[in-house]
């Protein structure tokens, strides 16, 4: 149990355009969903967290308005990269936390398989 | 801010033997939780240790955690060919309480056959 689906696995886009990736808790209610990004060999960057109903929070450095986080019911959250450019290339990664847990912060999270961006 | 320090950034060992991987961290933790990655995949949580435990096991996998040092690390007894991936650690801060991990740097973990 507990799986989460990431998709597309792979995307190339051209400069200007915008990326949708989805995040999806298969078997289980994900509260709270967050999104890394990861440079090659270098460690996972949380970029934003998603609740559920709410507005995302974005870490210092993330600007909201390029990567626009929707996490409309409990089994789903986008991350959409507008406009992007070559710099914006990386590896995405989102992981989820399941719901109803006893003690929430006790629990592991759950990782997507990740999605690679190349913009040309 | 990456709180988790983990040494060494790369370890390579022969099929057989023993892989010991460190981690320091900054801050009071709730838990502290290895993960493994295989190259271009996502995280695959292995064991997690509370604050109050100081050794936990899982099939090969042995954590031990010193709050008192700030560290943790991670053993990996009789290694596999398979047992090649990137390991991370990360923490779940108090002050935090639960909204988020912080990712250690990793350690790059090749188990030659």
């Known amino acids: 149990g507990a799986v989460v689906s990431q998709h597309p696995s792979r995307v190339i886009c051209k400069s200007g355009t915008s990326v949708k990736i989805e995040c999806r808790s298969l078997?289980?209610?994900?509260?709270?969903m967050f999104w890394y990004r990861q440079f090659p060999k270098q460690s996972l960057m949380l970029m934003a967290t998603?609740?559920?109903?709410?507005?995302?929070?974005?870490e210092q450095g993330v600007e909201k308005d390029k990567f626009l986080i929707n996490h409309a019911s409990l089994t789903l959250s986008t991350l959409t990269v507008t406009s992007a450019h070559p710099e914006d290339s990386s590896f995405y990664i989102c992981?989820?936390?399941?719901?109803?847990?006893?003690?929430?912060?006790?629990?592991?999270?759950?990782f997507g398989n990740g999605t690679r961006l190349t913009v040309t | 801010s990456q709180q988790g320090e983990e040494d060494p950034q790369a370890l390579s060992i022969q099929e057989g033997e023993n892989a010991t991987m460190n981690c320091s961290y900054k801050t009071s933790i709730n838990n502290l939780q290895w993960y493994r990655q295989n190259s271009g995949r996502g995280l695959v949580h292995l064991i997690l240790i509370r604050s109050n435990e100081r050794e936990k096991h899982s099939g090969r996998l042995r954590v031990t955690l010193d709050t008192s040092k700030k560290s943790s690390s991670l053993l990996i007894t009789a290694s596999r060919a398979a047992d090649t991936a990137s390991y991370f650690c990360?923490?779940?801060?108090?002050?935090?309480?639960?909204?988020?991990?912080?990712f250690g740097e990793g350690t790059q973990l090749t188990v030659n056959p």
């Open positions: 990360a923490t779940d801060e108090e002050e935090t309480s639960g909204s988020r991990l912080t």
């Open positions: 992981s989820a936390k399941r719901r109803g847990l006893w003690s929430s912060y006790n629990s592991p999270l759950h």
């Open positions: 998603s609740n559920e109903g709410s507005k995302a929070t974005y």
């Open positions: 078997d289980f209610q994900a509260t709270t």
